[in-house]
Nanobody, 121 residues
Framework: QVDLAESGGGLVQAGGSLRLPCTAS????????LGWFRQAPGKKREFVAG???????EYSESVKGRFTISRDNDQNTVDLQMNDLKPDDTGVYYC???????????????WGQGTQVTVSS
């Protein structure tokens, strides 16, 4: 069991940057793969980025080269640094966790409450 709390959303102009922090808490937060999904209006939730407990990282093709995910196992946090934001990045961003690295990227078991990111043109 892991609880996830994310923040950092807001309104930013295209080309700008935002950082989304997430804190994991519970019995064994270090055991979980952590990452981010997002959902745009009228669209299904999609995988954005993830990191395993040991540091393996994967990004969706749409954000590769612009977003950076990082993990601090001492603080039980995971951050998503988003650079060169585009209007298509607009959506609700969810911090997610799962005991399985593979499942995290498809159907994670644990979700944060979400934080709204809006990118204006």
């Amino acid at each position: 069991q892991v609880d996830l709390a994310e923040s950092g959303g807001g309104l930013v102009q295209a080309g700008g940057s935002l950082r989304l922090p997430c804190t994991a808490s519970g019995a064994s937060p270090r055991s979980y793969a952590l990452g981010w999904f997002r959902q745009a209006p009228g669209k299904k939730r999609e995988f954005v980025a993830g990191v395993s407990w040991s540091g393996d990282i994967e990004y969706s093709e749409s954000v590769k080269g612009r977003f950076t995910i990082s993990r601090d196992n001492d603080q039980n946090t995971v951050d998503l640094q988003m650079n060169d934001l585009k209007p298509d990045d607009t959506g609700v961003y969810y911090c997610v966790g799962d005991l399985s690295w593979s499942t995290l990227r498809k159907r994670p078991d644990y979700w944060g409450q979400g934080t709204q990111v809006t990118v204006s043109s």
